[in-house]
């Protein structure tokens, strides 16, 4: 806006300046013409009166004002012989030198006020010179240039106005789309990350913004997705080993033990608190699907080890609802895992044997062993899957027939299997589960010898 009024008012200026310049030139042309229109007057009658010329002029060019003053100098006595004025009241206009020294018809221009006068040398005689003496009011007082003063004065504003209203349509038209694509970012919030901006209406100009900010939101829902499923499975993974702290130290507190059973809880609460860590460490891992940061982690496994630790800590568990896993049949296997996470997944397993299985049953895991590949088989004899469930246990958050799975655990959320194919496929495990309802289910996990591991996990 600023800018378009210093613009329009420098272009304003310019045209007076020129109009009035070319005023003035032309003043000057009018001054000499008319200077020259007078000599044949004069040649037919020497003894003209500068009224009476004026009279003539205003006649033949009606241009009024004009002020005439005719002068006859003597070359000789270097003195005005005689002079006329058209107008006494301005005679004060003709206060000028006479151009004496100039050639005939030379012609010197004054400004007197507002007046522009000229001199002329009409004749240059024996022993006579005679000056014509012209005065023109100046073109400043011009109705030609008040008029265009007054155009401009109207113009500009008017201009500027219009000026503006085309502007104003014009952003409006061209912001239109970043208003649309400003709204549909609005309309996008956690609740609907999934949301993106439509780029098919949006003008190619901007295509890559809104592209851009899709890329954007991509990578911010990757990132809440992956925030959110680490905070619910590392919830999910901390429910049993808090709850087994919990129990070890309330049971403990119930009466006065002697140091020795005091330094065994310490100690099982502190080997717990230590897995909790190596727990989120690699739920955390996890969640990022950092397989790289993950397969550092790997070890040489006794797996003939790894089972009677894992099953003595949910024997705690299990002992809760009168449920005992048995070890049977296990045999001497060295594998290759993260031991954190493989112990998350086979817990997570007996977890849910123990707790759809009824009060007083039993669990069994065993080991049996093939070509290349150890087969670990955890069995019980609890409410078993109903066939239409079975393809949807590993899907996050899915509980088969809510209302029996709720009673049998009232914190379940659907997530533990979950959490064991994810596991198990990094480790590239198969798993299967054989279930039948009302009579048992039984999970198998293929695992392969260790050095077919190996060349799995590097290739
Ligand atoms: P949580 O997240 O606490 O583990 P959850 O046990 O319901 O909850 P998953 O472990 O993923 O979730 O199991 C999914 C569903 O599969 C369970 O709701 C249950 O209906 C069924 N299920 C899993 N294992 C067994 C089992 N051994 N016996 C019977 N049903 C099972
Ligand atoms: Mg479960």
Do not use: W
Not at 18 to 28: C, Q, R
Not at 124 to 140: G, H, R
Not at 191 to 207: F, M, Q, W, Y
Not at 392 to 421: C, H, M, N, P, Q
């Amino acid at each position: 806006m600023i800018a378009n009024i210093i613009v329009l008012s420098g272009f304003s200026v310019f045209i007076y300046m020129t109009a009035k310049k070319g005023l003035s030139d032309n003043l000057n042309t009018m001054l000499k013409i008319i200077s020259m229109d007078v000599i044949p007057d004069f040649k037919e009658k020497k003894e003209l009166h500068a009224k009476e010329v004026a009279d003539e002029l205003y006649d033949e060019f009606g241009i009024a004002p004009l002020y005439i003053k005719i002068v006859h100098y003597n070359k000789k006595t270097n003195k005005i012989d005689k002079e006329s004025v058209s107008s006494l009241k301005h005679a004060e206009l003709f206060d000028i030198p006479l151009n004496e020294m100039g050639h005939l018809r030379s012609i010197y221009y004054f400004d007197k006020e507002s007046y522009r006068v000229s001199s002329m040398l009409l004749f240059d005689e024996d022993d006579t010179k005679i000056f014509f003496q012209l005065a023109m009011e100046k073109s400043t007082n011009s109705p030609y240039l008040k008029g265009l003063l007054i155009s401009l004065a109207i113009a500009n504003p008017v201009i500027l106005i219009i000026f503006l209203f085309i502007a104003n349509t014009l952003i409006n038209r061209t912001l239109q789309p970043v208003k649309d694509v400003i709204r549909s970012v609005n309309s996008i919030s956690a609740n609907n990350l999934c949301k993106r901006i439509d780029a098919k209406k949006i003008p190619t100009e901007i295509n890559e913004l809104v592209e851009t900010f899709n890329r954007l939101l991509d990578n911010l829902e990757e990132s809440f997705k992956r925030i959110s499923s680490f905070s619910s499975d590392a919830s999910h993974e901390l429910k049993t080993p808090l709850t087994v702290i919990r129990g070890e130290v309330e049971v403990c507190l119930r009466q006065e033990r002697s140091p020795q059973e005091y330094k065994n809880v310490l100690e099982d609460v502190l080997v717990e608190t230590i897995r909790v860590q190596e727990t989120i460490d690699q739920l955390f891992l996890l969640t990022k699907k950092d397989t790289a940061e993950l397969s550092k982690n790997f070890t040489e496994l006794y797996l003939d080890e790894l089972i009677p630790d894992i099953v003595s800590q949910i024997n705690r568990f299990a002992s809760r609802r009168s449920v005992h896993v048995n070890i049977k049949n296990i045999i001497p296997s060295t594998i290759y895992a993260n031991e954190t996470l493989l112990r998350i997944a086979i817990e997570n397993i007996l977890r849910n044997s123990v707790i759809y299985s009824a009060h007083g049953a039993e669990v069994e895991i065993g080991m049996s062993d093939s070509d290349n590949k150890y087969l670990l088989i955890i069995e019980d004899h609890g409410c078993g899957i109903a066939k239409e469930d079975l393809p949807f246990v590993f899907d996050r958050f899915y509980r088969a027939d809510k209302a029996r799975s709720r009673k049998a655990s009232e914190s379940g959320t659907g997530l533990g299997l979950a959490i064991v194919k994810m596991i198990l496929d990094i480790h590239h495990y198969d798993i299967e589960i054989q279930s039948t309802f009302g009579i048992g289910t039984k999970v198998l996990i293929k695992i392969p010898k260790i050095d077919e591991q190996k060349l799995i996990i590097n290739s």
